[in-house]
């Protein structure tokens, strides 16, 4: 019920926008190191876009840019148009902690705070001045439920976060990450220290959540990004490939280097 | 056999055993030191036996035991290679002029332990060993010999102390009190007059006022007179074991001992007695004796306030270093320097809190807000206060060093992690950053502690004294007296120990106060890990 609300909210609040990242000609640079050349792409809303390539490749410094969690790397520079919704991320009027709440990320290593399971959920929604218990403990429950965790730790929501297996840790993230209500969530390779069947949880999950927002996902694992995503982009040495459906790309890719990739002939 | 040797070195036997040898020797040294002092130290308490030998020309030496050695350089005729000599705590200052005496092993033709010989601690002299000759009251013998006077003089003895107490409160307490009207006072009256617009009635109540205390005081100081009268009512005369007498009040004796008459569990008892009394007792003797209690308040009061100056300042330096200072040359200058800061010389920094603590702080701040006292300096002279701070800035790059470690081991996915759910920079570090580090700072705590409460130097500049007339602490406001002098454990030691004027005698003091000294550190460490312990608990794993 509260589930269906929520999609019918972000479907409305996106309804008027098929795109809801768009990437225009973008280079990045650490300082004289270009990470990125010309990138250009969009994301569609309620869909999973996986990026795949190499590493080293530049899939997280793109992620990265969406949150402008790059911001914080010295010497770091955008040179383009990132657009939310179509409006430039990078223009000097936005406010990058409000930036943030509205695209959150789940993060390559696990890192749930040293704090308990509740008050990790309750992180974000508290640093946006939410104080009401009971309002706190609704969506600790939403959250966690987004995040198929629920069940599993509704009775021990006050032990520490580090007691949860690495599989449950990177859901809990990911329940994190919804409490603030976002409308796109970037996922750094969130599968890439788990096992199969904490990995397995996470992909069904995703396509529950493609209901509620947007999801890009960066992956090293092919098989996944078949699985899952609805497009995919192909990154080498910072250049973006090739971009396309899914299907396309692991069938029928019109670069032989993308071919090359997919069919595992190097990467 | 070369290849064997080589074998031998390269399978690292050889260094497992020099390093296994290292880690041997520092816990010799440092268990040697412990049991030094404890030995020592510990004692002192014991009621130790008294002997009484009988020497070849038919005289006697009555006392403690204190050891016996081969005489050194002994070769001439008289004093034959080996020979040995003992020595003896023999007290009765103001008849022998010495505690101790040497006694060659060969001039003994016996040695007893009588039962009927005490132990008199006096309040001045030190110890007396001997005997009860009679015990009278104003000229009239109340008791005679030995026995009889031995029973009359305990409860004798008992009341002596209790109005030694009453003395006691009525001087510190009741006079003290006035005393400290009688200055507020007189305090205020120049501060109206300092000020220049007063009415003259106030003045004039405030001098009535202070003509009551007056009164009231010499009314108090009659009864003092009275009560110290009452001390000497009861007279004993005491003889040493060679028949000499001395004549003494019984308010002049703290407490008679026969140990030799003692048994192990009175000993146990008195030991314990001794230790608590030397813990909760003022100083005597110029400090040779009594108790060292203004020193262990002054001692931990001065690190209590040294950590509530250094942590905040420590933690915040370190916080703009490490996360807000653009990482550079002019960062790692500041760090080498910071952590070069913390090898200066602890003197140095002594004369820096005398320069800048106690004359210009200090001095401005009398002139601001002390005018009234002046000249005589309130702020403007060495205080607890200033020692704190002085310390504080002698430990701060620890705290900023432990902090640094500490904030550089918090995983940049925390970091992260907290911005990407939109927290600013100071939310992240309040709410994630500072709780991981928390025990990084906490060390820094521990080590600035176990620094401070070691350091006397730069105290000797800045505010401790050999005898201060009050603790920096009392039931007047406001309570804490951050201008006042202290005393503290370490400059004790110094001071007992090469400054008195009877040096062998303050060596048990010596020792007892080095225990001590110990121990507090010890127990100051401990709390400061024990409240790691607890905010890392709070914090980390098990978050409840
Ligand atoms: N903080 C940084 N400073 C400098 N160079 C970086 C930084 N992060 C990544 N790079 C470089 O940028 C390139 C792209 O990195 P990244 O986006 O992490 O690749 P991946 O596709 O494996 O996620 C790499 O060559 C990497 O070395
Ligand atoms: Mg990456």
Redesign the pocket.
């Known amino acids: 019920m509260q589930a269906a609300e929520t999609t019918m909210a972000s479907s409305e609040r996106s309804q008027d926008n098929e795109h809801k990242l768009t990437v225009e000609d973008t280079d990045f640079f ?2 004289e ?1 270009q ?1 990125l050349f010309k990138v250009a792409l969009t994301v569609p809303t309620h869909h999973v876009t996986a990026f795949i ?10 992620l990265r840019c969406f949150n402008r969690l790059n911001d914080l ?1 010295e010497g ?1 520079r955008v040179i383009g148009r990132i657009c939310l919704d179509g409006k430039d991320i990078y223009d000097p009027s936005v406010d990058v902690t409000d930036l943030r709440t509205r695209v959150g990320m789940v993060f390559q290593k696990v890192n749930p705070f040293p704090k308990s399971i509740y008050q990790n959920v309750v992180y974000g929604p508290q640093l946006q001045g939410v104080r009401r218990r009971s309002v706190l403990d609704g969506i600790v429950e939403k959250s966690l439920q987004g995040a198929g965790l629920w069940e599993e730790v509704k009775d021990r929501l006050h032990h520490s976060a580090l007691g949860l297996s690495g599989g449950q840790q990177q859901r809990l993230c990911i329940a994190r990450a919804l409490a603030v209500n976002p409308e796109v969530l970037l996922m ?1 390779e969130p599968c890439s220290a788990l096992d199969p069947i904490s990995t397995a949880k996470i992909e069904e999950l995703l396509h529950s959540l493609k209901e509620q927002l947007t999801v890009v996902i ?1 992956t090293h694992n092919m098989q996944q990004a078949a699985r899952i995503s609805d497009l995919t982009g192909f ?1 080498l040495m ?1 250049e973006l490939i090739e971009y396309a459906e899914t299907k396309t790309i692991f069938t029928n890719p019109s670069d032989s280097r993308t071919e090359d990739y997919v069919t595992g002939r190097f990467g | 056999m070369r290849a064997r040797i080589k074998k031998f070195l390269d399978s690292g036997t050889l260094f497992v055993w020099f390093c296994g040898t290292a880690v041997a020797a520092s816990l010799l040294l440092v268990g040697g030191v412990l049991l030094l002092i404890m030995v020592n130290g510990l004692g002192f308490f014991w009621p130790h036996a008294l002997v009484d030998l009988t020497l070849t020309d038919g005289t006697h030496v009555l006392g403690e035991l204190k050891g016996e050695e081969v005489i050194p350089y002994s070769e001439t005729p008289a004093f034959p290679e080996g020979k040995t000599r003992v020595r003896l705590k023999v007290g009765n200052r103001d008849l022998y002029g010495l505690d101790f005496r040497w006694v060659d092993t060969d001039q003994i033709v016996s040695a007893e332990s009588p039962k009927d010989v005490a132990a008199f601690e006096r309040r001045e002299w030190g110890n007396f060993y001997g005997r009860i000759r009679e015990v009278s009251r104003g000229g009239d013998v109340v008791a005679s010999g030995n026995q009889e006077g031995w029973k009359a003089l305990q409860p004798l003895i008992e009341q002596a102390n209790d109005l030694h107490e009453e003395i006691e409160h009525l001087q510190r307490d009741v006079i003290g009190d006035i005393n400290y009207d009688i200055e507020e006072t007189r305090l205020k009256i120049r501060e109206l007059e300092l000020s220049g617009q007063h009415e003259p009635q106030e003045v004039a109540e405030l001098q009535t006022a202070t003509k009551q205390l007056e009164t009231q005081y010499e009314k108090h100081v009659a009864t003092l007179r009275k009560l110290s009268r009452q001390l000497d009512e009861y007279a004993v005369i005491l003889v040493e074991t060679n028949g000499r007498e001395k004549q003494l009040a019984v308010g002049q004796i703290v407490k008679a001992l026969r140990p030799n008459d003692m048994g192990f569990v009175e000993k146990i008892l008195r030991y314990f007695m001794n230790f608590w009394s030397v813990l909760s007792e003022e100083p005597r003797e110029a400090n040779t004796e009594g108790g060292i209690f203004p020193a262990i308040f002054g001692t931990v009061m001065m690190v209590l306030i040294m950590s509530v100056a250094v942590v905040p300042f420590g933690v915040l330096a370190a916080f703009y270093l490490r996360e807000y200072a653009r990482q550079g040359l002019i960062v790692r200058v500041i760090r080498i320097a910071v952590n070069n800061l913390a090898g200066v010389p602890s003197i140095v920094f002594g004369v820096f809190g005398l320069g800048f603590f106690v004359y210009a702080v200090g001095g401005t701040l009398d002139t601001l807000f002390y005018p009234e006292a002046l000249p005589t300096p309130t702020f403007g002279t060495g205080g607890i206060l200033w020692a704190s701070f002085t310390l504080a800035l002698l430990t701060v790059p620890v705290v900023i060093v432990s902090t640094e470690e500490g904030l550089s081991a918090v995983p940049r996915e925390y970091r992260e992690g907290s911005l990407a759910l939109g927290a600013t920079k100071f939310e992240s570090m309040l709410r994630v950053i500072l709780p991981c580090a928390l025990p990084g700072i906490l060390t820094g705590l521990i080590l600035a502690v176990a620094r401070a409460t070691g350091e006397v130097a730069p105290l000797m500049l800045t505010g401790v004294v050999k005898l201060a007339p009050a603790l920096p602490l009392d039931h007047h406001f406001p309570f804490l007296h951050f201008e006042r002098k202290f005393m503290h454990l370490g400059f004790h030691i110094f001071d007992v120990g090469f400054q008195s004027p009877n040096v062998e005698a303050a060596k048990p003091m010596v020792y007892v106060t080095t225990l001590i000294l110990v121990m507090v550190v010890i127990v100051l460490n401990l709390s400061a890990v024990a409240l790691r312990n607890y905010m890392q608990k709070k914090f980390k794993a098990s978050a409840v």
């Open positions: 650490y300082g190191k990470a390539g190499p590493s080293g490749c530049g899939k997280s410094t793109l790397v770091a750094d960066v990154f910072g």
